[in-house]
DNA sequence: TAAAACCCTACCGTTTTTGTCAAGTATTAT
DNA sequence: ATAATACTTGACAAAAACGGTAGGGTTTTA
C-alpha cells in the first residue's frame, strides 16, 4: 500500500545529481539520465515541473544544464514530492478542492489527517543535504528502536 | 501523493461497524452497506478478505452478519490495511519480493525504507477502540504541535 | 550559424482501481 | 421440509492512473 510514483522517485534522484553539482556546475539532463538510469524525456518533463516550482534553475545552451536555486540544506524532499505528486492526501476528501459531504459522520477522517500529517512533517525534516551527508543511515540503524513508537496518543487503557 | 485506495478505506469503516456489535450482535453487509454507503457486493470482497486474515468470522443464516475475532483493542488499523493493500511499501525495490537492482548505489533506499516503518509504526499504534472511543481526536487538536516533529534524526548541523 | 541544451504538448499502451454480476452454498426460523 | 436470510466465490468490465514515448519547438553560446 501506499505506493510513490516513480516521478516522485525520480525527482528526488534527479535532485541528488543536481545538487552534487552546487554550485558550481550546472548538471545536464543526459548526465542524470545516465547516471540515475532513467530516460531523458522523462526527466524534462520531472524537472520541468521542479523548476517552474523554484527549486531549480535552468542554464540553457553549450555548457548549460540545471541548478539548485537555493542551498541543498534549504530543499525538503517534503517540497520535491509536493511539485510532483501534490500535497500529501490519503484520502480524496483531504484534497485541497475538498468535497467530502460526509465529513462529520466520517470516523476515519481525522485518522487519515493525522497520518497525512505525520508522513508530511517526516518529509519536511529531511533536506537534500541529508541525503547527500548520510547523516540519513540513522534511520535505519540506531534510531529503529526509537522509531516503532512515534505516536503521541493519549495514553490508551490497555492492561 | 500517496493516495489509499477505496478498498483500505472501506475496510476499516466496515471494521469500525463490526466493531459497534462486538462482542453480542452480528452486523450484516446489508447493515454496513447502508451506514457506510457502500455497495453490498463490493463489501462482500473486502469483508472476505478480512475473514480470511482471521480479524473477523462471519456467522451465516437468518440472524447471522460477522463480528470481530478479538477484541477492538486487538485490531489495528495496520492489521487492516495490511490485508487489504499488502504491505506499505513505498517502492517497488521495498515490496516482500523485492527485485531491486541497485539497492547499493540507491541513495533514497533507505529514505522510502524509514518513511514506510514511520507510516507502519503509526498505523499499528492506533486499534478500532482507539476509533470508536474517540481518544483520536487529541491528534487533531492538542497533540498537533508535538506532531509538526515526530522525527527523530540526529541533530542536523544548519544554523 | 550550428550545435548544445532546455522547453512543451500530445498521445498511447499497460496496469491498477473500482466496482458489478451471476451463480452458488450454508444456516435457521417456521 | 423449506423458504428466507445471509454469506461465498469467481469472472469480468469500465474508468482512471501510471509510466512513459514521440516529435516538434526555442534559446544560448562557442
Given at each position: 500500500m501506499l505506493r510513490l510514483s516513480t516521478k516522485g522517485q525520480y525527482g528526488v534522484r534527479a535532485m541528488y545529481e543536481i545538487a552534487r553539482g552546487y554550485p558550481a556546475t550546472p548538471v545536464t539532463i543526459k548526465e542524470i539520465s545516465e547516471r540515475q538510469d532513467v530516460s531523458v524525456a522523462y526527466l524534462e518533463q520531472i524537472l520541468n515541473k521542479l523548476r517552474k516550482a523554484g527549486l531549480i534553475k535552468s542554464i540553457r545552451g553549450p555548457g548549460g544544464g540545471y541548478i539548485l536555486n537555493r542551498s541543498a540544506d534549504k530543499i525538503s524532499i517534503a517540497s520535491i514530492l509536493n511539485e510532483l505528486e501534490?500535497?500529501?492526501?490519503?484520502?480524496?476528501?483531504?484534497?485541497?478542492e475538498g468535497g467530502c459531504v460526509r465529513i462529520d459522520s466520517c470516523v476515519t477522517h481525522l485518522l487519515w489527517k493525522a497520518l497525512g500529517e505525520q508522513v508530511e512533517a517526516f518529509l519536511k525534516t529531511i533536506t537534500l543535504k541529508n541525503l547527500m551527508a548520510g547523516d540519513f543511515y540513522a534511520l535505519g540503524g540506531t534510531a529503529k528502536k526509537e522509531m516503532r513508537r512515534p505516536v503521541r496518543l493519549k495514553p490508551q487503557s490497555q492492561p
Amino acid at each position: 500500500m501506499l505506493r510513490l510514483s516513480t516521478k516522485g522517485q525520480y525527482g528526488v534522484r534527479a535532485m541528488y545529481e543536481i545538487a552534487r553539482g552546487y554550485p558550481a556546475t550546472p548538471v545536464t539532463i543526459k548526465e542524470i539520465s545516465e547516471r540515475q538510469d532513467v530516460s531523458v524525456a522523462y526527466l524534462e518533463q520531472i524537472l520541468n515541473k521542479l523548476r517552474k516550482a523554484g527549486l531549480i534553475k535552468s542554464i540553457r545552451g553549450p555548457g548549460g544544464g540545471y541548478i539548485l536555486n537555493r542551498s541543498a540544506d534549504k530543499i525538503s524532499i517534503a517540497s520535491i514530492l509536493n511539485e510532483l505528486e501534490g500535497p500529501v492526501a490519503l484520502t480524496s476528501c483531504l484534497e485541497p478542492e475538498g468535497g467530502c459531504v460526509r465529513i462529520d459522520s466520517c470516523v476515519t477522517h481525522l485518522l487519515w489527517k493525522a497520518l497525512g500529517e505525520q508522513v508530511e512533517a517526516f518529509l519536511k525534516t529531511i533536506t537534500l543535504k541529508n541525503l547527500m551527508a548520510g547523516d540519513f543511515y540513522a534511520l535505519g540503524g540506531t534510531a529503529k528502536k526509537e522509531m516503532r513508537r512515534p505516536v503521541r496518543l493519549k495514553p490508551q487503557s490497555q492492561p
